[in-house]
Nanobody, 123 residues
């Protein structure tokens, strides 16, 4: 499975961005998908996840109420709509495909990763 993330950029505090991640080389609809992020000097952390059907989603506390994860299995694409952005959201954002069929926010349970897209929120 190959993943290509896009949509990052520079935005002011309170602004919005929509990240996309297109997948190829696998049966996309069979996998749990997630977004993680990594800020300089920090460990990679879970942001949001979505099960195969898209009917259940999961969010880190920092993302609840501001971010929305979605998937389009027909387009093999996952999205992350980010609103009310804060400077502490600045990070490289990665899309990931789970290696298990059960939900987990742990990065080591994800086998495939996109290349990352930089999100910078200015104060």
């Amino acid at each position: 499975v190959q993943l290509q993330a896009s949509g990052g950029g520079l935005v002011q505090t309170g602004g919005s961005l929509r990240l996309s991640c297109a997948a190829s080389g696998g049966t996309f609809r069979n996998y749990i998908l997630a977004w993680f992020r990594q800020a300089p000097g920090k460990e990679r952390e879970f942001v949001a996840g979505i099960i195969q059907s898209g009917l259940s989603t999961f969010y880190a506390d920092s993302a609840k109420g501001r971010f929305t994860i979605a998937r389009d299995n027909a387009k093999d694409t996952i999205y992350l709509q980010m609103n009310s952005l804060k400077p502490e959201d600045t990070a490289v954002y990665y899309c990931a495909v789970s290696s298990t069929r059960n939900w987990s926010p742990v990065a080591s349970n994800y086998a495939y990763w996109g290349q990352g897209t930089q999100v910078t929120v200015s104060s």
